[in-house]
C-alpha cells in the first residue's frame, strides 16, 4: 500500500496543518501587543504608537479570518483577502484621521514610550515575519498574511524613528509624519490586495 505522505491529498493537508499553527502563533502575539501598543499610545499621547496597535488588531482580525479558510477553496480564499484589504483600508483612513487630529489640536508624546514599546513590537513582528517567511507563496490566502506582517516590520522601524525625531526636537511633528506615513502604507498595501483578490474571485468565477 503507498505510503498516505506521498500523495498529493496528503501533502496538501499537512501543508494546512502547518499553516493553522503559524496563524494561531502570530495572532495570539498580534491580539497581546495590540492591547500594550494601544495603553502605552493613549497614555503617551503617540499617534505612531497607536496607528500601530490598530495594525496589530487589523492583522490579529486578518490572521483569524485567514485561520477559520486556510481549509477551504480558492474562491474563499479570494474573499479573505479581499476582507483583509477592506481591514487595511479602514485603519489607514483612521489613522490618517488621527493624524490630522493631532496637527489641530497638537500635544507633546512620550519619546520614552514610544521607542520602549517600538522595540518590542519590532522584536514580536520579527518573530511573526520568521514564521510566515516560508508559507508567503503558498496561496493568496497566506501571501496577504505575509504582507501585513510585512508592513509591521516598516511600520515599528518608523516608530522608532518617531521616537528619535520626537526626542530630538521635542516636537510632536515626528510622531505625526510617521503616523501620515503608515497611512499612506497601509492605503497603498489595501489597494495592491483589493485588486489581487479581485482578479482571483474572477478567475475563480464569482
Not at 491580539?31 to 504608537?49: N, Q, R
Not at 521607542?115 to 517567511?133: D, P, Q, R, V, Y
Not at 504582507?147 to 522608532?160: E, G, K, M, P, Q
Request: aromatic share 8%; charged share 15%; glycine share 8%.
Amino acid at each position: 500500500m503507498a505510503n498516505c505522505c506521498n500523495d498529493k491529498a496528503c501533502e496538501l493537508e499537512a501543508l494546512r496543518g502547518r499553516q493553522s499553527s503559524t496563524l494561531k502563533i502570530v495572532l495570539a502575539i498580534n491580539a497581546v501587543m495590540f492591547v500594550v501598543e494601544l495603553t502605552a499610545g493613549l497614555i503617551g499621547h503617540s499617534v505612531s504608537l497607536v496607528a500601530d496597535s490598530l495594525d496589530m488588531l487589523g492583522d490579529a482580525l486578518v490572521y483569524g479570518f485567514s485561520l477559520y479558510v486556510v481549509a477551504r477553496g480558492a474562491r474563499m480564499k479570494a474573499k479573505a483577502a479581499l476582507f483583509k484589504g477592506l481591514i487595511m483600508l479602514g485603519f489607514g483612513l483612521f489613522v490618517l484621521g488621527q493624524a490630522v487630529y493631532r496637527i489641530v489640536v497638537p500635544q507633546l508624546p512620550m519619546f520614552e514610550a514610544i521607542g520602549a514599546i517600538g522595540l518590542l513590537a519590532l522584536a514580536a513582528n520579527g518573530i511573526c515575519f520568521w514564521l510566515l517567511w516560508s508559507h508567503r507563496e503558498d496561496d493568496i490566502n497566506m501571501s496577504s498574511v505575509w504582507l501585513c506582517s510585512r508592513n509591521d516590520i516598516i511600520a515599528n522601524t518608523s516608530v522608532l524613528f518617531a521616537a528619535a525625531g520626537v526626542w530630538l526636537t521635542q516636537s510632536g511633528w515626528p510622531d505625526i509624519t510617521v503616523g501620515l506615513a503608515l497611512a499612506a502604507l497601509f492605503l497603498r498595501s489595501s489597494l495592491h490586495v483589493l485588486r489581487e483578490s479581485i482578479k482571483e474571485l474572477r478567475a475563480a468565477g464569482d
